[in-house]
């Protein structure tokens, strides 16, 4: 796998208008490429990049989002956090999952150094989606569905990040 620039912390980002501002003090868990139908239809996109951290490293320094709830395929109810002004989708979690948020990566300050370490929902990817050609002669893990084991992917990013 090929390194990536390390960014320095605290990360910071926001929604698209400014109202919403926020701060991450740890390093992501993860980031991959989302390409199932629930993601293309919540971000108007081919893919979402989702960035799980831990819940105690991420806080809100200006703004008060707004949450919306609903059932995911999987049954189980997500809540995503969002700009009530620009509507800018935030992040997300999960009763099943308090010490852990999914960040929407795209909102960061900085997303030069975004590089997902492992595309999932493949079944689902576009055919036309050309970020998916790097991703497949890296040799970036790619999976059909969700996998039942997120280590690998785990250590794929620390791997990129430098910390393996």
């Known amino acids: 796998m090929t390194g990536i620039k390390r960014p320095t912390l605290p990360l910071t980002g926001g929604c698209p208008c400014g109202l919403i501002r926020y701060e991450i003090t740890a390093m992501p868990l993860a980031l991959y490429a989302c390409h199932c139908t629930d993601c293309q239809r919540k971000s108007g996109s081919a893919f979402a990049l989702n960035m799980p951290l831990p ?17 995911g395929p999987s049954g189980e109810v997500t809540t995503a956090w969002f700009c009530g ?11 099943s999952r308090p010490e852990m948020m999914m960040l929407r990566a795209g909102t960061l300050d900085d997303t030069s150094w ?17 970020s998916l050609r790097p991703a497949m002669a890296e040799n970036v893990p790619c999976y059909d569905t969700m996998p ?17």
């Open 55 to 71: 819940a105690g490293a991420f806080r809100i320094v200006q703004g008060s989002p707004k949450g919306w709830s609903s059932t």
């Open 85 to 95: 002004d620009c509507s800018g989708r935030l992040y997300g979690e999960r009763p």
């Open 114 to 130: 975004l590089v997902p370490a492992v595309h999932i929902f493949m079944r689902s990817a576009q055919a036309w989606d050309g």
């Open 148 to 164: 039942e084991d997120f280590t690998p992917l785990v250590k794929a990013w620390r791997e990129k990040i430098g910390e393996a």
